[in-house]
């Protein structure tokens, strides 16, 4: 069972470059998620798809945007890359909401330079 | 505000003792309480959940954790502890109708062999 599979694994972006992170899951789950993770900080929400075809903010949403492309995919794109938003980047699915537990990728670790 | 604190940053224990990692939250609507486990490289594996009823509730990896509404806490346990545990756990609380959860930052788990 793959679960959740993001790509790439690693990148290095310059500063201003734009970059799209992959994700998708293949237990039929409705619901995904984007995560960055900072030292310290823990795991942040970036945006959600609650269900195909909506999408909503979470908590730090700025200078990233998402596409729920179908049920099983979810993107993120950094249209102009900034080195803040060096990070690991999570994908994470799960039948509904949050009372379900979610199933996590195994990250991306994104440098900007 | 709604926040979920875990007091120890770096725990180290000896392979073969008891382990307990604390977790103390504060939520305005009922709590659901999650504990997640994150090996090196990885992304984050659902432990445990807690949502009514039995105040003790078991999970995977022989783990535990035993809610206490007096106290807001919810404290992970294992009886003995095996060098595969080394990894960062989370805390995490969520309430029903919603898709986002509230992380603790973390406490990092070094098994001494």
């Known amino acids: 069972n793959a679960g959740v599979t993001q790509t790439p694994k690693f990148q290095v972006l310059k500063t201003g470059q734009s970059m799209t992170l992959q994700c998708a899951q293949d237990m039929n789950h409705n619901s995904m998620y984007w995560y960055r993770q900072d030292p310290g900080m823990g795991l942040r929400l970036i945006y959600y798809?609650?269900?195909?075809?909506?999408?909503d903010k979470g908590e730090v949403p700025n200078g990233y945007n998402v596409s729920r492309l179908n049920k099983r995919e979810f993107s993120l794109r950094l249209e102009s890359a900034a080195p803040s938003q060096t990070s690991v980047y999570f994908c994470a699915s799960s039948e509904g909401g949050s009372l379900y537990g979610y199933t996590f990728g195994s990250g991306t670790r994104l440098t900007v330079v | 505000a709604q926040s979920v604190t875990q007091p120890d940053i770096h725990i180290t224990v000896s392979e073969g003792a008891s382990l307990e990692l604390r977790c103390n939250y504060s939520y305005g609507a009922t709590p659901y309480l999650f504990w997640y486990v994150q090996s090196p490289g990885q992304g984050l594996q659902l432990l445990l959940k807690?949502?009514?009823?039995?105040?003790l509730v078991q999970g995977i990896k022989g783990f535990e954790a035993e809610f206490k509404r007096s106290q807001s806490s919810f404290n992970l346990r294992k009886p003995s502890v095996h060098w595969s545990d080394a990894a960062e756990y989370f805390c995490a609380v969520t309430t029903s109708g919603t898709y986002k959860y509230i992380f603790g930052t973390g406490t990092r788990l070094k098994v001494l062999a």
């Open positions: 807690y949502f009514s009823g039995d105040t």
């Open positions: 798809s609650a269900s195909e075809g909506t999408t």
